[in-house]
């Protein structure tokens, strides 16, 4: 005998799963009627649904980055989605924002703990099943990081692909959070490769001293000058790719490092994080 399935039920169903209606009609029907049961067949579509598209590439999405009221702590999340028209999907966003929140609030160790988070009872790692199961795409949080400091600062590239945190060496006024909008916006647009000379990593010297003896040799010039000239152009780089000797994009005629001591004597940046979707 087949159960007569009311619209209110349906909708109810709708209302706690977020599943499109014919397929909530659809389950609750097959459940004969039986509300927890229509949501486990439900989950258990989107599980079916998560497995099939288990290798499947996810190279849109999403990069959330916040910070705490007080400014002290600051999280980046990236969670990924295979098309662009789901990265700009309302839910998908929303989910996006719900995770960088817990992240914040709950303060995982690590991509694992964020994961196993919970947001209104169920675990970031079954919701994100859920989330599969309605929007028929592989979803998967691939970055969680996270900055602290007497100031971080965050900032979102407007197309949500690239994400800065800052954490300044200051605790927070109106001035120092300015200037560290200012220093994040740098960071997105020009991709430093390290804060200062000190903190780039030995094999990137050495890659760009062998370049520039190429560049030098190929022009011609005396092998006794080449050692000369490539340290010049290792200052030059320098200057162009490390955060506090880069010219400050709003007044080229001062350095980033300049830039924050003209804002408070002796402010600087600690440490940074810059994440770009799918790298």
Do not use: W
Not at 162 to 176: H, Q, T, Y
Not at 192 to 210: G, H, M, N, W, Y
């Amino acid at each position: 005998m087949s159960v007569n399935i009311s619209a209110q039920d349906v909708n109810k169903l709708r209302q706690v799963t977020g599943v499109g209606m014919m397929d909530c009609k659809k389950a609750l029907m097959e459940a004969n009627g039986d509300f927890e049961a229509a949501i486990d067949l439900l989950r258990k579509k989107g599980q079916k649904v998560s497995a099939s598209r288990a290798g499947r590439d996810a190279g849109e999405g999403v990069i959330v980055a916040i910070t705490s009221n007080d400014n002290k702590k600051g999280i980046a999340i990236e969670l990924n989605c295979e098309t662009d028209f789901v990265a700009k999907n309302d839910a998908f966003l929303g989910f996006a924002s719900q995770i960088a929140q817990a992240a914040l609030m709950h303060n995982p160790i690590d991509l694992d703990a964020l994961l196993a988070t919970a947001i209104d009872g169920k675990s970031i790692s079954d919701i994100t099943v859920e989330l599969i199961g309605k929007i028929g795409e592989k979803i998967e949080l691939s970055k969680y990081v996270v900055l602290e400091g007497e100031t971080v600062v965050s900032y979102i590239h407007g197309n949500k692909k690239i994400g800065v945190l800052v954490a300044l060496n200051m605790p927070s006024n109106e001035s120092i959070i300015e200037a560290g909008k200012d220093v994040t916006m740098q960071i997105a647009a020009l991709s430093p490769v390290a804060l200062d000379k000190a903190d780039v990593d030995a094999s990137t010297i050495q890659r760009e001293l062998e370049i520039a003896k190429e560049q030098i040799r190929a022009e011609g010039k005396p092998e006794d000058m080449v050692e000369k000239i490539a340290l010049g152009k290792l200052n030059k780089f320098y200057k162009d790719s490390t955060l506090l000797n880069q010219d400050f994009v709003k007044d080229s005629s001062i350095s980033v490092a300049k830039m924050l001591d003209n804002v408070e004597k002796g402010l600087t940046v600690n440490k940074f994080v810059r994440i770009t979707l799918g790298s």
